[in-house]
């Protein structure tokens, strides 16, 4: 069974950094691209970020390039999202999701985890 | 960038009835197109991908229609448990955008 179980999140003040992480079982990490997808608070699914299985395609919201990077370790089976100057409308739970193929794009998600909150606020 | 505008964005019906929901992009996304479903505090699940392949195990009262701009997301006798937020996806490039989503409930 596959399972995405994301951790890391928390409260932060706004303009400091937190690094989210994804741990990855039940299938070959190294054989698919991974995704990065929020949701604030009562609204909708917004994508973050993706990265192909080897790291070599890599993209971003508009709304979080240049102050997330996404990153993966294929030996650890495991997926991060380093967020820097985090600001109050960054506020969302936090998912990580299995794309179908290795490839960036195209590509739909599933399964998706849990998520992990993190809450920007001074 | 291409958005996703879904319509509407509630909608309340009977159990039985034929739900119809809509989602159109700005500029031509082929097939390239994804359907999920989110029930209340849970994650979202794949319920359509290829505009019209349906995930396996999803009940076959689910269906998808439509390639360029236009597609329709078709609940053909509304259950119970479908009560849920639905969301269109387009993934033909770099930025894989979201709809608004359409909340479903039950009359």
């Known amino acids: 069974e596959v399972q995405l179980v994301e951790s890391g999140g928390g409260l932060v003040q706004p303009g400091r950094s937190l690094r989210l992480s994804c741990a990855a079982s039940?299938?070959?990490?190294?054989?698919?691209?991974m995704h990065w997808v929020r949701q604030a608070p009562g609204k909708g699914l917004e994508w973050v970020s993706g990265?192909?299985?080897?790291?070599?395609?890599?993209g971003y919201a508009d709304s979080v390039k240049g102050r997330f990077t996404i990153s993966r370790d294929n030996a650890k089976n495991s997926l991060y999202l380093q967020m820097n100057s985090l600001r109050a409308e960054d506020t969302a739970l936090y998912y990580c999701?299995?794309?179908?193929?290795?490839?960036?794009?195209?590509?739909?998600?599933?399964?998706w985890g849990q998520g992990t909150l993190v809450t920007v606020s001074s | 960038d291409i958005q996703m505008t879904q319509s509407p964005s509630s909608l309340s019906a009977s159990v039985g009835d034929r739900v119809t929901i809509t989602c159109r992009a700005s500029?031509?996304?082929?097939?390239?197109l994804a359907w999920y479903q989110q029930k209340p505090g849970k994650v979202p699940k794949l319920l359509i991908y290829?505009?019209?392949t349906l995930q396996s195990g999803v009940p076959s009262r689910f269906s998808g229609s439509g390639s360029g701009t236009d597609f329709t997301l078709t609940i053909s006798s509304l259950q119970p448990e479908d009560v849920a937020t639905y969301y269109c996806?387009?993934?033909?490039?770099?930025?894989?955008?979201f709809g608004g989503g359409t909340k479903v409930e039950i009359k």
């Open positions: 999701a299995k794309a179908h193929s290795g490839w960036y794009i195209p590509n739909w998600f599933d399964p």
């Open positions: 039940g299938f070959t990490f190294d054989d698919y691209a």
């Open positions: 990265i192909s299985w080897n790291s070599g395609s890599i």
């Open positions: 500029q031509g996304i082929s097939n390239y």
């Open positions: 290829a505009a019209s």
């Open positions: 996806q387009k993934y033909n490039s770099a930025l894989l955008t």
